[in-house]
């Protein structure tokens, strides 16, 4: 039975590409090499990953064991390692270490650019994948927030940017072992459109769903770019001001602070025309609700640390999207010079010590 309904998945995947370049030749060139490559059985479509830390190894990792043919982008030191050791990747979810390609430079070629960067670093990234798109390729980037969006729009054109976020926990180590935990294995996307007959589709059918990489191409991309803008704009304020754990927050009366804070942060979102779905509220309350939560935002870690971090990007982007809407961000604009003050702070005492 299980491999009847494989077979049933299978056929109706091609099916739906085969209808692709009949109706929409413009948008199917993709669909045609991934149908030409399964009837002459070689790899169905070549993916750049700009990265292979924890995200941009890890997805890769699993594409390449769905048979498509992935190449990374990565830094010299990173492409040494790599040829040294390969992509190692150990988790719940399945264990591979494997030979990649590791590009120091890209060039054309490819259908889809995976963008795994922070977003303070995406100037950087741009520049260093624009060469891979000159040929038509679509890039999807999976970053923090969504302040890229409009970078990437005036940089490759709309049509060619998709919205994309991840649900897993991984990390890098030293070693460059991927370390992913828990059973989250999700990579969400989908064209700005929301149509769902082009290319995102078509990564999507030849991705698929097992081994360790759940593949989704969604209609309402931006929607749910904005349900994890509500999500990890609430936890990154809430750890920047009690530089704390949710739970701990919690514990210590702060229960009506994370209410407040969670939903202005809807607000925020409904009034930008993306209203926070009601099946989506269960997973806040769960999250922003466990006395026992650990949880904290790899914001306040970063600051901690006194490195670089992406306060610009999330809270003051959603301040500043709250303020456009005529939203009380008063709680937003807080945790944002909060987080602005203490890199300030760390600067002075540098150049006091210097």
């Known amino acids: ?70 190449s990374f982008l990565v830094r010299p030191r990173r492409a040494e390692q790599l040829a040294h050791d390969g ?10 270490t494997r030979p990649v390609t590791a ?62 976020l991840a649900h897993i926990s991984a990390s890098l180590g030293a070693d460059g072992t991927i370390r992913q935990v828990g059973d989250w294995c999700g990579l969400y996307f989908g064209e700005q459109d929301g149509r769902m007959d082009g290319q995102a ?3 999507a059918a030849a991705l698929g769903s097992g081994n360790g990489l759940q593949a989704t191409v969604v209609p309402d991309i931006l929607g749910r770019m904005w349900e994890k803008m509500v999500t990890i704009g609430t936890l990154a304020a809430a750890s920047v001001l009690f530089r704390a754990a949710v739970g701990d927050i919690l514990r210590a009366g702060g229960e009506p602070f994370l209410d407040r804070l969670l939903e202005g942060n809807a607000a925020i979102a409904a009034a930008n025309g993306h209203p926070v779905r009601e099946a989506y509220r269960p997973t806040l309350r769960m999250l922003f609700g466990d006395r026992d939560s650990p949880i904290t935002a790899s914001l306040m870690k970063d600051l901690e640390a006194g490195g670089r971090n992406e306060a610009d990007h999330i809270l003051g982007w959603l301040a500043e999207a709250g303020e456009r809407a005529g939203v009380d961000t008063t709680l937003q604009r807080a945790a944002w ?17 210097n």
Do not use: C
């Not at 679509?138 to 969006?149: E, K, N, T």
């Not at 010079?337 to 010590?353: I, L, N």
């Open 337 to 353: 010079v909060h987080a602005k003050a203490q890199a300030e702070r760390r600067a002075r005492e540098a150049r006091a010590a």
């Open 103 to 164: 590009l120091t430079q890209a060039g054309p070629g490819f259908d889809v650019v995976l963008l795994t960067a922070k977003a303070y670093d995406l100037d950087d990234a741009i520049g260093a994948i624009r060469p891979a798109m000159q040929a038509g390729a679509a890039v999807l980037p999976v970053l923090s927030g969504m302040s890229h969006l409009d970078a990437l729009n005036a940089a490759f054109g709309r049509d060619r940017v998709w919205g994309g």
């Open 87 to 96: 992509l190692v990747v150990r988790g719940p979810l399945g264990d591979f």
């Open 1 to 70: 039975m299980l491999r009847d309904l494989e077979a049933g998945v299978q056929t109706e995947a091609k099916r739906i590409l085969s209808r692709l370049s009949e109706v929409a030749p413009r948008e199917s060139a993709l669909a045609g090499r991934l149908l030409q490559a399964d009837r002459e059985g070689g790899t169905p479509m070549r993916i750049l990953v700009l990265g292979a830390g924890a995200l941009g190894g890890y997805f890769g990792g699993r594409a390449l064991e769905k048979g498509a043919d992935v």
């Open 201 to 203: 589709a078509a990564l």
